[in-house]
């Protein structure tokens, strides 16, 4: 299994890219500013 970082994951094209990239079964981890409202599609572990 790939592992990938995304920088900037809460925004509209890092949430897009999170959810394609866990479809293909990659390891996904994301770097944000903060915790913000928007990051409530994204779990976190």
Known sequence: MS???IAGG???I???LC???LEQGYEVA???RSNS???HAI???
């Open 10 to 12: 809460t925004g509209l």
């Open 43 to 45: 779990s976190y572990s």
């Open 3 to 5: 592992r990938v970082l």
């Open 19 to 21: 959810r394609r990239l």
């Open 30 to 32: 994301v770097l944000s």
């Open 37 to 39: 409202q928007k990051s």
């Open 14 to 16: 890092g949430q897009h």
